[in-house]
């Protein structure tokens, strides 16, 4: 376990609608991170949050958005959905904000299904 | 723009045997960071080893080395003694400093490893 909570565990939806999957960091963690893995595929960066604001954006659509809460808990949005958005999404966090510094941990992630 | 390449979709190993995975990368910095991570059938992402690119030696994690080349743009990791619960996913990873000091991950396609009883 590494003490980072994700829900929902899975998620079925349709296409054209909104969802949001919520993340809370290890305590003590500033640093949250969104990634998106597509079947069988490596992982693509969505996005960083660093106590509330963010920080780095990788390849996140225009139709996603994220947010940091200042409990430090994080959201991400995903609207209008298509087939293609079917992925398991995992969010991650570490103590702080520099490249590599910190261990990233990563949560059991969130199934999303796309029918 | 930064690439991570893993040419080795799938791999597999005897038990008790000595496995290396191959992971190469582009960039045109100097300074950034490297890491194996393991996703076992229950998905969990596990950091295996990080290696940090100003550091010559190669990081070690138990049964777990690196092999860093920073002129060849190469970044292995050896698997030895290989043990049944190495049987996972393994993905190399990259990040450096962009821009304002934002950082940017960007992980390999994987490779699969099977350790054969």
């Known amino acids: 376990d590494s003490g980072v909570t994700q829900t929902p565990k899975h998620l079925i939806t349709a296409t054209g609608q909104r969802v949001t999957l919520r993340c809370s960091p290890r305590?003590?963690?500033?640093?949250v991170y969104w990634y998106q893995q597509s079947l069988d595929q490596g992982l693509q960066f969505l996005i960083q949050y660093y106590n509330g604001e963010e920080r780095a954006k990788g390849n996140i659509l225009e139709r996603f958005s994220a947010q940091q809460f200042p409990d430090l808990h994080s959201e991400l949005n995903l609207s209008s959905l298509e087939l293609g958005d079917s992925a398991l999404y995992f969010c991650?966090?570490?103590?702080?904000?520099?490249?590599?510094?910190?261990?990233?941990?990563f949560g059991p992630g969130t199934r999303l299904t796309v029918t | 723009a930064q690439t991570v390449t893993q040419s080795q979709p799938e791999m597999s190993v005897q038990e008790a045997e000595t496995v290396t995975l191959s992971c190469t990368y582009d960039t045109s910095e100097n300074n950034y960071y490297l890491f194996w991570y393991k996703q076992p059938p229950s998905r969990q992402m596990i950091l295996v080893i990080r290696q940090e690119a100003y550091k010559q030696q190669n990081a070690t994690e138990n049964r777990f080395s690196v092999n860093f080349q920073k002129a060849a743009k190469s970044f292995s990791l050896k698997i030895s003694d290989s043990q049944l619960g190495d049987t996972a996913m393994y993905f190399c990873?990259?990040?450096?400093?962009?821009?304002?000091?934002?950082?940017?991950?960007?992980f390999g396609t994987g490779t699969r490893l099977k350790v054969l009883a």
């Open positions: 991650a966090s570490s103590v702080g904000i520099g490249a590599g510094t910190y261990e990233q941990y």
């Open positions: 990873a990259f990040t450096q400093a962009g821009t304002s000091g934002t950082y940017k991950y960007i």
């Open positions: 305590s003590g963690d500033l640093s």
